[in-house]
Structure formats: C-alpha cells, structure tokens
C-alpha cells in the first residue's frame, strides 16, 4: 500500500526556519510529481509547492523566496525546507503525490 508521511511540523517563532520531510513508500515517488499544500483553520486546502521527478520546480507566490522544496530520489523523500516563516504560515501542511496524501503535520508561528 502506497503510503506519505510527513515529518519536521512543530512550533516555531516569526523569523525563524523548519524543514519538512515527506518520505514516500512504494513505487509512487520515482515519476511522480511530489507537492506540498497547507491548510489554515477555516481555510481551503492550497498549493505551495511542486517538485518533477527531474527537479523542475514551481511555488506558490506566497511562498517564493522563503520556501524551498527538492527530492532525495535514492531515499524515495520530499523535503521542504521553509525559511522566514511568518504567522500567516500557520497552517496543516500535507504531502502530496497524486493521488495519494499524507496525513499532515502542523506548522505554527507565534511568538
């Protein structure tokens, strides 16, 4: 059974940085395009960031310049590493390789 499980929520201050880890079991990871999203309280689910299994990669505005996605292809596992994070980041941030999703692991900035 093809499974995601995300890695690296937790709390941190305006400012600061954490990394995210989604590793991918199965045979789901090679070709396929891995993306994380992120859903805020009374919010709909949103795109944050795409990476091909070649390494082209796309992001969200909101995010662009902060946040940085890449793959370890031999460890089947997508990293996003999110820097600058501000409190409108707060939010449930879930892997994705269609049509499979991770459970999700939360991210919260507050002082």
């Known amino acids: 059974q093809v499974q995601l499980v995300e890695s690296g929520g937790g709390l941190v201050q305006p400012g600061g940085s954490l990394r995210l880890s989604c590793v991918a079991s199965g045979s789901i990871f090679r070709d396929n395009v891995m993306g994380w999203y992120r859903q805020a309280p009374g919010k709909e689910r949103e795109f944050v960031a795409t990476?091909?299994?070649?390494?082209?990669?796309i992001y969200a505005d909101s995010v662009k310049g902060r946040f940085t996605i890449s793959r370890d292809n031999g460890q089947n596992t997508v990293f996003l590493q999110m820097s600058r994070l501000r409190p409108e980041d707060t939010a449930v941030y879930y892997c994705?390789?269609?049509?499979?999703w991770g459970q999700g692991t939360q991210v919260t900035v507050s002082s």
């Open positions: 990476i091909s299994s070649g390494g082209t990669t």
């Open positions: 994705r390789a269609y049509p499979i």
